[in-house]
């Protein structure tokens, strides 16, 4: 059976990590971060693409799509389980063409959740968050301004190719999380993905 894939989408600071980890506790799915797992590679000691995560992760930019691919695969075969969220991804054209070429046999795209929020509302939760000490080093004003162009630049695109093919499933995230999170539920179990039982 192939694994099964959301792709979870969103400016820096609309909310997908919160969400996605709301949705793995309840629908039982493995929460895989792009984001994450590139910053994990970059602390590895020996990586050999650690240097390079680094400098592309400081300067706002995306990574070659066969690490990220090659890490996300890693992560879901080590995890054992066939449902999966992964998160930030895919960024670009390239990203798209690369997990088509590389892993459309591997693993069933199911849908792709579209996180919207207003610039300003992302950009104060990345601060708060940089404040607050998540020790990210991307969240400051200079990296958010580039990680902002890099996503209208890029990221639009992809959701409106997958739009086109009506796998968007579009959730306003401006609210506080337990809000949002009865829409993420609706957009679920309309899927037929029903909770675990409690």
């Known amino acids: 059976m192939l694994p099964e894939v959301v792709f979870v989408l969103g400016a820096p600071g609309a909310g997908k990590g919160t969400q996605c980890s709301l949705i793995s506790k309840e629908y039982d799915f493995v929460h895989l971060s792009a984001g994450d797992l590139l910053r994990e590679e970059r602390q590895r000691p020996g990586s050999e693409y650690g240097e390079m995560i680094e400098e592309k992760i400081r300067n706002g930019e995306i990574v ?5 691919c090659s ?26 063409d690369g997990w088509n070429r590389v892993m459309s046999d591997k693993a069933k795209l199911l849908f792709v959740i579209f996180f919207e929020c207003s610039p300003d509302l992302c950009t104060e939760r990345c601060l708060g968050r940089g404040a607050a000490g998540s020790g990210r080093s991307d969240d400051n004003l200079e990296s958010l301004k580039k990680r902002f162009n890099t996503y209208l630049n890029d990221t639009m695109p992809i959701i409106e190719h997958y739009e086109q093919l009506g796998l968007v499933k579009r959730i306003n995230s401006e609210a506080v999380p337990e809000e949002v999170f009865k829409n993420v539920k609706k957009v679920f179990n309309g899927a037929g993905l029903n909770g675990l039982v409690k």
């Open 71 to 96: 890490l996300i695969h890693k992560a879901m075969q080590k995890s054992g389980k066939l449902r999966f969220l992964i998160d930030g991804f895919p960024r670009n054209k390239d990203n798209l």
């Open 64 to 68: 070659p799509v066969e690490v990220t």
